[in-house]
């Protein structure tokens, strides 16, 4: 099955800093990606995605990178603000046309002002 | 984007009792919609995949006696814990399909 993992599991930036989440996965045929931000005592919360054709993807303060070489990606936060402090998943959806995406471990933003 | 909803946002209950929690779509229909546990700093664990009018597909070491699913409409899921024990107490989430997994906010079970 398809073995996604984080990283760091915890990781503190000063408010105002770029942060970098990394995540892993290991199905060499996976075709899109997924990053979700998880407040503490709520729901995932999409933040954005990419598809394997790509290799970056550009929202609003946020990057993710794609290397399907090392079957890597991250996701970069630009100017980090004390709201995005929460724990960020990246998902996987499962192969053979299964769109359920199997989440990762999660990487925990504390955003210190 | 579209909502999801979740009732209980919390509850508590003995040993023993069974607790249903809800799931719906707010404005959209859900042929789909999917269950998850999380436990304290933890990831989303899926459950079951809750199908309309069908029989839900539990994931594998979950019991579907213990956590019953309904899905008797397009916008509505129900997850019954039954005869719960402590070791049941954590963070269920629901989700629902539309173009996208839309995820609810979450039910805080704890069994005493």
């Known amino acids: 099955g398809e073995s996604v993992g984080l990283h760091l599991p915890t990781l503190s930036v000063q408010e105002g800093d770029n942060s970098i989440i990394n995540c892993a996965y290991s199905?060499?045929?996976?075709?899109?990606f997924i990053w979700y931000k998880q407040e503490s005592g709520k729901g995932p919360q999409f933040i954005i995605d990419i598809r394997s054709n790509m290799d970056k993807r550009q929202g609003q303060r946020v990057t993710v990178l794609l290397n399907k070489t090392v079957k890597h990606l991250s996701l970069q936060i630009a100017a980090t603000q004390p709201g995005d402090s929460a724990v960020y998943f990246c998902a996987v959806p499962g192969g053979g046309g299964s769109y359920i995406p199997t989440f990762g471990r999660g990487t925990s933003l504390i955003v210190h002002p | 984007g579209a909502v999801v909803s979740q009732h209980p946002s919390w509850v508590i209950c003995k040993s023993g009792t069974s607790v249903k929690i809800e799931c719906r779509s707010l404005d959209f229909q859900a042929t789909t919609m999917f269950w998850y546990r999380q436990f304290p700093k933890q990831s989303l664990m899926l459950m079951a995949t809750s199908n309309e009018g069908s029989k839900a597909t539990y994931e594998q070491g979950v019991e579907k006696d213990k956590f019953l699913i309904n899905h008797a409409s397009l916008t509505l899921s129900t997850l019954t814990v039954t005869s719960a024990h402590p070791e049941d107490s954590s963070f269920y989430i629901c989700?629902?399909?539309?173009?996208?997994?839309?995820f609810g906010p979450g039910t805080r079970l704890t069994v005493l």
């Open positions: 199905n060499s045929a996976s075709d899109y």
């Open positions: 989700s629902a399909l539309d173009d996208e997994q839309f």
